[in-house]
């Protein structure tokens, strides 16, 4: 699979839109697969991201009705910085993040695959910043190209 780096945490090979998965973990295992394909992050990355998804939540209720969630795992299974996004025809349930019990239907996923600690605080800070801006968020729904996501993202200074 070639890969075109656009900036440096977005790959044309890891980005896709109106995606149709039966549940979450489905979800996961796609993504993973394609970070992997690309050599983002070790074979484990999929088992691992799964599992820590099930400890500690990720999905993320926004205004509007728009559900995200970020999933990442320890920076271990990371072999150079990526970042995969998954645009959901149909959402799929996560968690809600810092929740023992309520749930989030997610459209979109960012799932982080960050070589440190530090770069994942500084890209989650950075996600929800974006996701806390109603105007933003408006604009970012009507995105259907990996073009204008990644041209979307760098004007945010995310990548």
């Not at 489905?26 to 697969?33: C, D, G, N, P, Y």
């Not at 309520?102 to 500084?122: C, G, I, M, R």
């Given at each position: 699979?070639?890969?075109?780096?656009?900036?440096?945490?977005?790959?044309d090979?890891?980005?896709?839109?109106?995606?149709?998965?039966?549940?979450?973990?489905a979800?996961?295992?796609?993504?993973?697969?394609r970070?992997?394909?690309?050599g983002?992050?070790?074979?484990?990355?999929?088992?691992?991201?799964?599992?820590?998804?099930?400890?500690?939540?990720?999905?993320?209720?926004?205004?509007?009705?728009?559900?995200?969630?970020?999933?990442?795992?320890?920076?271990?299974?990371?072999l150079?910085?990526?970042?995969?996004?998954?645009?959901?025809?149909?959402?799929?349930?996560?968690?809600?993040?810092?929740?023992?019990?309520?749930?989030v239907?997610?459209?979109?996923?960012?799932?982080?695959?960050?070589?440190?600690?530090?770069?994942?605080?500084?890209?989650?800070?950075?996600?929800?910043?974006?996701?806390?801006?109603?105007?933003?968020?408006?604009?970012?729904?009507?995105?259907?190209?990996?073009?204008?996501?990644?041209?979307?993202?760098?004007?945010?200074?995310?990548?």
């Amino acid at each position: 699979m070639e890969e075109t780096r656009i900036n440096h945490f977005f790959s044309d090979q890891v980005i896709t839109f109106n995606q149709v998965f039966s549940d979450r973990n489905a979800v996961l295992k796609a993504v993973a697969s394609r970070l992997t394909a690309v050599g983002a992050v070790r074979p484990t990355f999929g088992d691992a991201i799964i599992a820590r998804e099930q400890t500690y939540p990720t999905g993320l209720q926004l205004n509007d009705g728009v559900g995200v969630a970020i999933p990442h795992t320890d920076a271990d299974q990371v072999l150079h910085d990526q970042i995969g996004f998954i645009a959901l025809k149909t959402p799929v349930t996560f968690r809600q993040m810092a929740s023992a019990t309520e749930v989030v239907s997610v459209n979109y996923l960012f799932v982080l695959a960050l070589k440190t600690a530090h770069q994942q605080l500084d890209m989650l800070q950075k996600l929800m910043g974006l996701f806390a801006d109603d105007k933003a968020m408006a604009e970012f729904q009507q995105i259907t190209t990996v073009a204008a996501f990644i041209k979307f993202m760098t004007e945010r200074g995310i990548g």
